[in-house]
């Protein structure tokens, strides 16, 4: 046997204590690498408000979500402790024996419990006060506007309150409601279960009492107070009658107003009177008074506030549906019209006469200057394979504009040549992020011109334009950093040691670069180390923080898509599918579009956004309110954002103002050349005229039988690769005319409308962009009496006219095919004119560069299609007439003229229909070679019997 030291060995010193040390600091730190990239991004966040200029934008949203968090966290926090100590206090002294099996377990529980009780609430109260309070941070915008909210001036005719008090007030009444019961009914299940375990509450007993008389007291007032919340919600409840869909239009109906508020308002005093029964009871024993109020609540609820509105509106309202609605139908088009700005429609007649003449189109020789011979879409695609010149570079858009050129306003179009950051060569992180950085210049040419080749007349072109170009169309810095191209790349470093790519150049015949360094104010400066870390752990990229080209005075350039930027910095506005380009004092810069929209104007449909571009943020917006009260630009070089007001009638951008001072600059100081660049923006059009294809008729009974239905005419274009069958709904667009009535050129939008069952026009709404007349809406009705062919039947009729259709089939072989541009209807005077551009492009991918080769002009009976729009409306209109031979003055007769040069022009217009007549039945033999012969004699005699009747 071994026998032991009796001595004692020495204690080991413990280790559990180290341990416990090291896991905490392990966790602390894990936690710490967590948040690191959270905290950067935060913190980056806030320098690149504070680098556009917008960081009182940034604290007020961070600070206003801050302090709401913290006000309903500590006011639930202390309201929840103070009812766990209520609870305590109330709860019985010897707990209620109940004999059953849970008792023991619950005696532990209060045995652990009771030496703890005090940090048990705190915890308790402090998670849940958490929980129910980070909530709050979502109100931080209608708090802010229940603060700073405008009236709108106008009154609902229901409850004669300001829509302001819609808009503004009742989303944060909702808001509060919301945490309201979530805390009361949170508490009152919390406190509940406390009473269970402190022995006041008792499911199974042998004895009649399972709620001890504290217990009942305080839970009595938490459903009391629950119950007044009902009241409070039946409150709200009644103003969102003002946005029902029961009736045949939004807002409140006949049953709405006649059953469903008086039902609404009835359940608010039953709630009341539910509450007091509550608070009466807590003196008797049992519950027979509260059930009894709840029984009255639920029966009332269902037959009140269920049956019998639904009763009205099937046995009294829908049989004789027109007499009961005719008042609200009206309200409803009286606020859809005032949401939508269709109020201020002006209407006038419009007689789509066939007298105009070849003295009409000379008096209105500006209009016909200003015909778009070029579709944005065909242009897009000629201007990418001609001028995008290198793989980095991209054209992402076309845009349509107008500027004076040599003391003439002309409508041009004009592309911004961007980065795009996927044909970057050699794709590494120093070419991605530091040398490949911008864009270059951008391309002008006019809407109506085209070259000898079908080609656009450019006014502006490749990277280094010539000397020449109109002094409005002049680029004094033409290097693109922020734009609108989806492949602009994350973020580049500029100012850095490495120099960066400024545009191709030609020297000696090799291929080079221009090398440029950015001296302008944009981005966030890199600064100290802490920065770079930050900025590490924000793009998860080690190599800005460890590469050796950047210094302190590098500058970040991030959020660089002009879409993204806005809605940054502004994010309750929404953002129009097309920011435009555009050359101001000789700078590049994007006019974009901004919107405040709402869904609680009361009364008004919900906007029809069906012909919205994918790219719209109102898509998904549910709203039945909206102004284009902010026209926002960017400097393409330095980012500079500014966010200009411009209807100051808005009620909701004016709250925004009041929120955000500094966020917004007054209309009144954009520059003269800015404003003369604004356009009445497309998304906002094409919503407006899809509304107004119903609420155009302002008479009730009229729309409740929908006796004057229109519809958007369809568009026989083929830009699309679709054929021509008018399935499409035409969109707007941009022209520059005198419309009938007045005398100067207006740059306007025009949408056409057809009859919704006849294919014939009825109408045109334009909406002026011009200076002094921006956002005037003229909507030309035509005659009823009168048959004007829409836009889908005058492509039916071109594509049926004979001559053209063999010509089409000429254009369309050798591998080319044939695309028919937007069909453009132009007012000239009292009549009405269509225009078509055609084109031929390569059906391969290779040969796809469209070409411009004839222009279709339809008036009245005539259609004809030539090589230029003057040849066209000659052959529709004829020449210009002489001069006018005053009173007492003998008539001269030039040289040349008589009846020799007559009979030579009508024998060679007799060869050349001769010639025509021979190309139909070469065409019909199938043999294209002589039909292109005799077509080309044919135009050959032509232009001599053309040079005979100028010459003479």
Known sequence: MIERDPTPMPARRGTGGGRRWLIAALAILAVLVLSLRGISSFWIDYLWFDSVGFSSVWTTAILTRVVLVLIATVVAAALLYGNLVLADRLSPKLAMSTGTPDEEL??????WVRPRINLLRLAVAGFFGLLIGLGAGAWWEDWLLFRHGENFGVTDPVFNNDIGMYVFKIPFYRDLFSWGFQFVLITTLIVAALHYLNGGIRLQSSTRERLHSGVKVHLSVLVAILVLLKAVAYWLDQFDLLYSSRGFVA?????????????????????????????????????????????????????????IPEAIQRFSVEPDEISKELPYIERNIEFTRQAFGLDGIEIRAFEASLDLDSTGIAANAPIIDNIRLWDPTV?????????????????????????????????????????????????????????????????????????????????????????????????????????????????????SKEQEVDFPVESAGAETVSFNSYDGAGGIRIGGFFRQVAFALRFADINTLISGQITPDSRVLLVRNIRERFAKAAPFLRIDADPYLAIVDGRLVWIVDMYTVT??????????????????????????????????????????????????????????????????????????????????????????????????????????????????????????GDA???????????????????????????????????????????????????????????????????????????????????????????GSDVVQGNLLVVPIETSVVYVQPIYIRGSSAEAALPEFKRVVVVYGSRIVMRDTLASALTAVFGDAPPPVVEPGEEPTTPPGTGVEVDAQVVELLTQAEAAFERADAALRAGDLGAYADEVAEAQRLIQEATALIEGS
């Open 251 to 307: 807002g409140a109906s006949y049953t709405d107003v006649t059953a469903q508020l008086p039902a609404l308002r009835l359940l608010i005093f039953i709630s009341l009177f539910a509450a007091i029964l509550l608070l009466v009871n807590i003196r008797f024993r049992g519950w027979i008074l509260p059930a009894a109020a709840i029984g009255l609540w639920a029966v009332t609820s269902f037959v009140v506030g269920f049956i």
């Open 599 to 720: 869904n609680r104007y009361p009364y008004s449909s919900s906007g029809d956004t069906s012909r919205l571009a994918e790219g719209s943020a109102l898509l998904g917006s549910g709203f039945n309110y909206i102004r284009n009260s902010v026209k926002g630009t960017v400097d393409a070089y330095d980012g500079t954002m500014i966010l200009y007001v411009i209807d100051e009638t808005d009620a909701v951008v004016r709250s925004y103002r009041n929120i955000f001072p500094t966020l917004f600059t007054d209309g009144a100081q954009m520059s003269d050349d800015l404003r003369s660049h604004l356009r009445y923006p497309e998304d906002l059009f094409r919503i407006q005229s899809n509304m107004y294809s119903r609420y155009h008729m302002v008479e009730p009974r009229v729309f409740f039988n929908n006796g004057d239905p229109w519809q958007i005419a369809r568009d026989p274009s083929t830009i699309l």
């Open 379 to 495: 242009l897009l695609t000629t201007y990418r394979q001609l001028q995008e010149l290198r793989p980095f570079y991209q054209f992402d858009d076309v845009d349509v504009d107008r500027y004076s050129l040599d003391g003439e306003l002309t409508q041009v179009m004009l592309a911004a040549r961007e980065l795009d950051a996927t044909g970057v060569p050699e794709d590494n992180w120093v070419n991605q992020h530091l040398v490949y950085t911008h864009g270059y210049g951008a391309v002008v040419s006019p809407a109506n011109s085209v070259t000898a080749e079908g080609q656009p007349d450019f006014l502006v072109r490749d990277i280094n334009p010539e000397d020449g170009a109109p002094e409005a169309v002049q680029i004094d810095q033409p290097r693109i950093y922020f734009g609108d191209a989806p492949d602009l790349g994350d973020f580049v470093i500029v100012g």
């Open 106 to 111: 619950i005696e532990r529980f209060q045995l």
């Open 724 to 814: 021509a069958t008018g399935g499409r709904l035409m969109n707007p667009y941009y022209l520059l005319t005198t419309l009938p009535g007045e005398e100067d050129l207006s740059y306007l939008l025009l949408q056409p409308f057809t009859a919704a069952d006849r294919p014939n026009m009825v109408s045109f709404l334009v909406a002026k962009s011009d200076p002094g007349a921006y956002g005037e809406m003229v909507n030309f009705e035509l005659p009823r009496d009168s048959f004007v062919d829409g836009p889908g039947q005058i492509g039916a009729r071109i594509n049926q006219d004979p001559e053209i259709s063999k010509e089409f089939t000429l254009l369309g072989q050798e």
